[in-house]
């Protein structure tokens, strides 16, 4: 199996797998205990906890979730006021909104251009005085786009909102801004493993609880925390800062090959030039994805978001850059990155290519 679906999660690196299995074989204790294998325990969480603050900006704390969507529900709903957000976020973000605005909340959907790139200054001119917050995805999970989340902030500064940056899949890839309020982070985006992620909060700014209980992470936030989660995590995190450079490099060689190979008749979904370049979103106008997907069974690759699969709805994010219904369902989406080889990749291009050519005998 060729595996090219890395915007819906990442292998895990065997490095986090090392730093979790203690945890999981022989070092059970809570990390929220007070005796001596507890506070082990919590040494652990606090040794990942730094790991994965270096990459985000000073002045703010990590809080430990079970995931990006919770820390997006978190950070949504545990602010006021008016939400600003664009028509191409995650669902996580969009349903929160609209779950939102339902119990009256004000809600605001900015929309994007051809390229997916927010207009800042309809974005100005909308985000005024009385907003409470502001929600923008750092890289667009779908077609890889890198929204202006700098600019963005200032905005909602210059308003007297906060600034949530959704950055699953920009962390450790693309610098998020020294400027920004809340981050929403994922740990499986990152060669580590599912169910944990965090939400940074900047110093000074209080959210109201998601969920009631012992309180056990500072901010606000209940549960017991799974130290093999956090070390992983935490591991994920050091190898992405550690191997930023040599990641880089390779991804740009596999986007440059990637391009090359693709031939004639296929057309990129986005802006190529504000851009995270382990994702290619393309489409081919008539193209069968479902039949593609079956002919091409042992290469993994996405029609759309992992967490809209299934749903028989095409993509909201390609529709919101303007896409037909026909040309939003021809499209498919290759993810790739730190274990993807050029062979793997070009292997799996060609056979792409040959089987779209073979839907037109």
């Given at each position: 199996m060729t595996y090219l679906?890395?915007?819906?999660?990442t292998p895990l690196a065997p490095e986090a797998l090392a730093a979790m299995l203690p945890w999981l074989e022989s070092q059970h204790a809570n990390p929220h205990?007070?005796?001596r294998e507890g506070r082990r325990a919590k040494a652990a969480v606090e040794v990942a906890r730094d790991q994965v603050a270096a990459l985000l900006p000073a002045g703010g704390r990590v809080a430990f979730t079970s995931g990006a969507t919770e820390a997006l529900n978190w950070a949504i709903k545990g602010t006021s006021g008016e939400i600003v957000t664009l028509a191409t976020e995650h669902a996580a973000v969009l349903d929160t909104v609209a779950a939102e605005a339902v119990r009256g909340r004000p809600v605001m959907?900015?929309?994007v251009g051809t390229d997916g790139l927010v207009d800042l200054a309809a974005a100005r001119a909308a985000i005024q005085p009385g907003a409470g917050l502001v929600a923008a995805m750092l890289v667009n999970n779908e077609i890889g786009v890198v929204q202006p989340i700098a600019a963005l902030a200032d905005i909602a500064h210059q308003a007297g909102a906060l600034m949530l940056c959704d950055a699953v899949q920009g962390y450790g890839r693309?610098?998020?801004?020294?400027t920004v309020d809340l981050v929403a982070i994922s740990a499986h985006k990152i060669h580590g493993p599912k169910g944990i992620g965090a939400l940074?909060?900047?110093?000074?700014?209080?959210?109201?609880?998601?969920?009631h209980g012992g309180g056990q992470e500072a901010p606000g936030r209940s549960g017991t925390l799974s130290?093999?989660?956090?070390?992983g995590f935490g591991v994920a995190a050091h190898l992405m800062a550690d191997r930023k450079d040599q990641d880089a490099a390779h991804i740009d060689r596999l986007w440059s090959l990637a391009l090359d190979r693709l031939g004639p008749g296929w057309t990129i979904n986005g802006s190529t030039d504000h851009r995270y370049h382990g994702n290619f979103n393309i489409r081919r106008e008539g193209l069968d994805v479902n039949r593609l997907m079956s002919d091409l069974r042992d290469i993994a690759f996405s029609a759309g978001s992992a967490c809209a699969s299934g749903s028989g709805r095409s993509s909201h994010v390609l529709r919101a850059i303007g896409l037909t219904e026909a040309q939003a369902r021809a499209s498919i989406r290759l993810g790739f990155g730190r274990y993807t080889t050029e062979t793997e990749l070009r292997d799996a291009i060609d056979a792409i290519v040959a089987a779209a050519e073979a839907q037109w005998p």
């Amino acid at each position: 199996m060729t595996y090219l679906d890395y915007q819906a999660t990442t292998p895990l690196a065997p490095e986090a797998l090392a730093a979790m299995l203690p945890w999981l074989e022989s070092q059970h204790a809570n990390p929220h205990s007070p005796h001596r294998e507890g506070r082990r325990a919590k040494a652990a969480v606090e040794v990942a906890r730094d790991q994965v603050a270096a990459l985000l900006p000073a002045g703010g704390r990590v809080a430990f979730t079970s995931g990006a969507t919770e820390a997006l529900n978190w950070a949504i709903k545990g602010t006021s006021g008016e939400i600003v957000t664009l028509a191409t976020e995650h669902a996580a973000v969009l349903d929160t909104v609209a779950a939102e605005a339902v119990r009256g909340r004000p809600v605001m959907i900015l929309p994007v251009g051809t390229d997916g790139l927010v207009d800042l200054a309809a974005a100005r001119a909308a985000i005024q005085p009385g907003a409470g917050l502001v929600a923008a995805m750092l890289v667009n999970n779908e077609i890889g786009v890198v929204q202006p989340i700098a600019a963005l902030a200032d905005i909602a500064h210059q308003a007297g909102a906060l600034m949530l940056c959704d950055a699953v899949q920009g962390y450790g890839r693309v610098p998020v801004p020294d400027t920004v309020d809340l981050v929403a982070i994922s740990a499986h985006k990152i060669h580590g493993p599912k169910g944990i992620g965090a939400l940074w909060i900047r110093d000074g700014v209080d959210l109201a609880p998601l969920m009631h209980g012992g309180g056990q992470e500072a901010p606000g936030r209940s549960g017991t925390l799974s130290p093999a989660l956090c070390a992983g995590f935490g591991v994920a995190a050091h190898l992405m800062a550690d191997r930023k450079d040599q990641d880089a490099a390779h991804i740009d060689r596999l986007w440059s090959l990637a391009l090359d190979r693709l031939g004639p008749g296929w057309t990129i979904n986005g802006s190529t030039d504000h851009r995270y370049h382990g994702n290619f979103n393309i489409r081919r106008e008539g193209l069968d994805v479902n039949r593609l997907m079956s002919d091409l069974r042992d290469i993994a690759f996405s029609a759309g978001s992992a967490c809209a699969s299934g749903s028989g709805r095409s993509s909201h994010v390609l529709r919101a850059i303007g896409l037909t219904e026909a040309q939003a369902r021809a499209s498919i989406r290759l993810g790739f990155g730190r274990y993807t080889t050029e062979t793997e990749l070009r292997d799996a291009i060609d056979a792409i290519v040959a089987a779209a050519e073979a839907q037109w005998p």
